[in-house]
C-alpha cells in the first residue's frame, strides 16, 4: 500500500527526505481533468484538445519520476463554457487504470494563470468560488470520485512554492486588466518568499483556505501585487479534507522549495512539517 504522501516530480535535496516517503506504483495526472489549459477553456469557451498529463512510474526514493503519455481527447469535441464538467473528457479511463495501480495523483497546485476569461486566483485553492475561476481541489476531486476512482486510491497535491501577479492585480478573483504572471514554480518557492516577503502580512481567504499577500504597488523581485502560496495553516485545512474524503494521500512539488537552510535546526522544512502532522497517522 502506497504511503500517505510522496515527493512529486524531481527528486528533493538528497538527505531530507523522511524515511517513509517511498512510493509504489503512481499516475499523476493535471487538474481540473484535462490540464490548466483546458480549465481556461470552462471558463471561457473554446475548443480544441488538451495538453499532456504525467504519468509517474515506479516511485524510487519516494521521486514519483516517470516518462510521459498524452491524452489529447479532453475538449476534443469543444466546450461551451458551462463550468459544471459536462464537456470534460471521459475519465473513467483512470478508474480501470486504478485496479493497477497504487495511487492515482491528482496535481492540484499550479492550477492559476493570467488566462483569457479568467480573474486572479489560486496555486492551490482547496474551493472554487465561480466561472472565473474554475479551479480548486474539491471539484478536482470530485470529478475523479464520479468517474469512479476509489477515494483510497486518489490523492491530491501541493505546491511548496507560490504564485505572483502583477499590478494592477492585487487579491484574489479580480479582473486581470493586463496583468501576468511573474513568479512561479522555482523563482518563487517557498524558500525564496520567506527571505523576500513578510509573510506575517498574509490574508486568508475563508472559501480557498489559503493565504496570499496583496501590495498596492509592484513589490519583491517579481514586482507582485497578488502573491499566494501554502502556509502551515493551509496545508492543515487539506490535511482534514483528505482525511474527511477519505482520500489515499498527497504528493509535493517539490520538497526543497520549502527548505529554509539558515533557520534554526527543527524549523528548516516548516511546510513538510505540518504536512506530515496533518496527514500521517
Not at 488566462?115 to 475561476?133: F, H, M, N, V
Not at 497578488?226 to 520538497?255: F, P
Request: aromatic residues 8%; glycine residues 16%; proline residues 6%.
Amino acid at each position: 500500500m502506497a504511503p500517505p504522501f510522496a515527493q512529486g516530480g524531481a527528486s528533493a535535496t538528497p538527505g531530507r527526505l523522511p524515511a517513509n516517503l517511498v512510493t509504489g506504483y503512481s499516475v499523476d495526472v493535471r487538474a481540473p481533468p484535462g490540464t490548466i489549459a483546458f480549465a481556461a477553456c470552462l471558463a471561457a469557451g473554446c475548443g480544441g484538445s488538451a495538453p499532456a498529463t504525467s504519468a509517474g512510474g515506479a516511485g524510487g526514493g519516494g521521486t514519483g519520476a516517470g516518462g510521459e503519455v498524452t491524452d489529447g481527447s479532453a475538449g476534443a469535441g469543444g466546450c461551451d463554457g458551462a463550468g459544471d464538467g459536462s464537456d470534460i473528457d471521459d475519465l473513467s479511463i483512470y478508474a480501470a487504470m486504478a485496479a493497477d495501480l497504487d495511487r492515482i495523483n491528482v496535481m492540484t497546485y499550479g492550477m492559476a494563470g493570467a488566462y483569457d476569461g479568467w480573474t486572479s486566483w489560486r496555486s492551490s485553492a482547496l474551493y472554487q468560488t465561480d466561472s472565473a475561476t474554475p479551479t480548486s481541489i474539491d471539484s478536482s476531486v470530485k470529478l475523479y470520485l464520479q468517474a469512479g476512482v476509489p477515494a483510497a486510491k486518489l490523492g491530491i497535491g501541493s505546491g511548496f512554492y507560490g504564485l505572483c501577479y502583477t499590478p494592477p492585480v492585487a487579491a484574489p478573483d479580480q479582473a486581470l486588466n493586463g496583468a501576468t504572471v511573474a513568479g512561479d514554480d522555482g523563482s518563487l518557492s517557498y524558500a525564496n518568499l520567506a527571505a523576500a516577503y513578510d509573510l506575517s502580512r498574509a490574508q486568508r481567504d475563508a472559501v480557498a483556505q489559503v493565504p496570499y499577500l496583496s501590495f498596492a504597488t509592484a513589490t519583491g523581485p517579481q514586482g507582485c501585487g497578488y502573491v499566494s502560496y501554502e502556509d502551515a495553516q493551509s496545508l492543515a485545512d487539506k490535511g482534514a479534507y483528505l482525511k474527511s474524503h477519505a482520500l489515499g494521500g498527497v504528493i509535493v512539488w517539490t520538497i526543497n522549495e520549502g527548505y529554509l537552510p539558515t533557520a534554526a535546526a527543527g524549523q528548516r522544512s516548516p511546510l513538510l512539517t505540518a504536512l506530515g502532522a496533518a496527514v500521517l497517522p
